[in-house]
């Protein structure tokens, strides 16, 4: 089977640079793809790129065999779910309405009370519906991002009665939340790549990365570094190129920590 979702010689220019230059990807289904790199190396123009939001100005991205510019808006929003950097209503939406959003127009044979009982799972994984009367405004960082996370879980689960094959994007979905909502969130990603999505998030802890991830893209200045196995990419040279710092380690993959169905265990704990 092709892969689910690939970028092939992607560019993109605006204002006059070059913020993404020939970049080839492609990401199978039941996998986390990590993508890595320091401020401004392109990592959120790639992902919108990728989920079909912006049009590369060379190259093409191609959605389950198709190319994504082609795919009926309708069918995409069954076939994607984008979790971007930080959302922001200038309405006052209850927590419950919020969410609900992820559900609206999507989805085949849903009644109401479908509809409501997928938005209603997806608020209690994302731990948030003990705030479902709340007006999102008053809420936390945290809590609102935790909200968007249900939004595109309810998408997903709606989505699903429609298309199989689905892609969830994450642009920095755990910098506004705790341990352990973070621990929480990619717990569920993690959960949801197993069941055969193919999950790509935008992250800056490498030591999370390297413990949840199943393929690593590490970016610089537009362009695509490296990518493979945790343990490939985040070596001491490399992240001295890429980063400019120098690790007194000797490596810092494999990671000290281990994602598992229950939150993120010490690797050295579990050793005889």
Same mark, same amino acid.
């Given at each position: 089977?092709?892969?689910?979702?690939?970028?092939?010689?992607?560019?993109?220019?605006?204002?006059?640079? @070059?913020?993404?230059?020939?970049?080839?990807?492609?990401?199978?289904?039941?996998?986390?793809?990590?993508?890595?790199?320091?401020?401004?190396?392109?990592?959120? $123009?790639?992902?919108?790129?990728?989920?079909?939001? @912006?049009?590369?100005?060379?190259?093409? #991205?191609?959605?389950?065999?198709?190319?994504?510019?082609?795919?009926?808006?309708?069918?995409?929003?069954?076939?994607?779910?984008?979790? +971007?950097?930080?959302?922001? @209503?200038? %309405?006052? %939406?209850?927590?419950?309405?919020?969410?609900?959003?992820? #559900?609206?127009?999507?989805?085949?044979?849903?009644?109401?009370?479908?509809?409501?009982? *997928? #938005?209603?799972?997806?608020?209690?994984?994302?731990?948030?519906?003990?705030?479902?009367?709340?007006?999102?405004? &008053?809420?936390?960082?945290?809590?609102?991002?935790?909200?968007?996370?249900?939004?595109?879980?309810?998408?997903?689960? !709606?989505?699903? &009665?429609?298309?199989?094959?689905?892609? *969830?994007?994450?642009?920095?979905?755990?910098?506004?939340?705790?341990?352990?909502?973070?621990? !929480?969130?990619?717990? &569920?990603?993690?959960? @949801?790549?197993?069941?055969?999505?193919?999950?790509?998030?935008?992250?800056?802890?490498?030591?999370?990365?390297?413990?949840?991830?199943?393929?690593?893209?590490?970016?610089?200045?537009?362009? *695509?570094? $490296?990518?493979?196995?945790?343990?490939?990419?985040?070596? +001491? $040279?490399?992240?001295?190129?890429?980063?400019?710092? $120098?690790? #007194?380690?000797?490596?810092?993959?494999?990671?000290?920590?281990?994602?598992?169905? &229950?939150? *993120?265990?010490? !690797?050295?704990?579990?050793?005889?």
């Amino acid at each position: 089977m092709s892969a689910l979702l690939e970028a092939k010689g992607i560019s993109y220019s605006s204002g006059g640079r @070059l913020l993404i230059d020939r970049i080839d990807l492609a990401i199978d289904g039941g996998s986390i793809t990590i993508v890595l790199g320091p401020n401004g190396a392109g990592k959120s $123009t790639l992902l919108r790129i990728l989920s079909g939001e @912006l049009v590369p100005t060379r190259g093409e #991205v191609l959605l389950d065999g198709r190319p994504i510019r082609s795919v009926a808006p309708w069918r995409l929003a069954h076939s994607r779910a984008v979790m +971007p950097q930080a959302s922001d @209503l200038s %309405f006052p %939406f209850t927590v419950f309405e919020v969410a609900g959003l992820g #559900v609206e127009g999507i989805g085949k044979g849903l009644s109401r009370r479908d509809r409501q009982r *997928l #938005v209603q799972a997806a608020l209690e994984q994302a731990d948030v519906a003990h705030l479902l009367h709340r007006n999102y405004r &008053t809420l936390s960082g945290g809590e609102r991002q935790r909200v968007t996370f249900a939004r595109v879980l309810a998408q997903l689960g !709606a989505g699903r &009665t429609v298309e199989m094959r689905q892609v *969830l994007f994450l642009d920095e979905p755990i910098a506004s939340l705790d341990l352990k909502h973070q621990l !929480a969130l990619l717990q &569920t990603a993690k959960s @949801l790549a197993q069941g055969g999505l193919a999950v790509v998030a935008v992250l800056h802890d490498l030591q999370l990365a390297a413990g949840v991830g199943d393929d690593l893209v590490l970016m610089n200045g537009g362009r *695509l570094v $490296t990518r493979g196995k945790p343990e490939t990419v985040l070596t +001491p $040279t490399i992240l001295a190129e890429v980063f400019g710092v $120098t690790l #007194v380690a000797p490596s810092l993959p494999p990671s000290p920590w281990r994602l598992s169905t &229950t939150g *993120l265990h010490s !690797a050295e704990a579990e050793a005889p």
